[in-house]
């Protein structure tokens, strides 16, 4: 679980009302990632969607 306060420095988040917030903090959770970590990958099942609240990503693909 995260605060909601946290969910508000979330730019798509911040003008949420705030008992969505309270349903999407009660399933949310903070992960801190080391540099150059991969977190998907072409055609990968995935179950998790991240959202950033500082830091930045880099989205690579190679064209074939």
């Known amino acids: 679980m995260v605060k909601t306060e ?3 420095r979330i730019n798509i988040l911040k003008d949420m009302p705030e ?5 999407i903090a009660k399933e949310a ?3 801190i990632f080391s540099t ?4 998907y990958r072409v055609n990968d ?10 830091g930045q990503v880099a ?3 190679q064209l074939t």
Do not use: C, P, Q, R
Request: glycine share 0%; charged share 25%; aromatic share 8%.
């Open 6 to 8: 946290d969910l508000k």
């Open 19 to 23: 008992h969505l917030l309270e349903i």
């Open 29 to 31: 959770h903070l992960s």
């Open 36 to 39: 150059n970590k991969e977190l």
């Open 45 to 54: 099942n995935i179950d998790t969607f991240y959202m950033l609240s500082m």
């Open 59 to 61: 989205l690579k693909a």
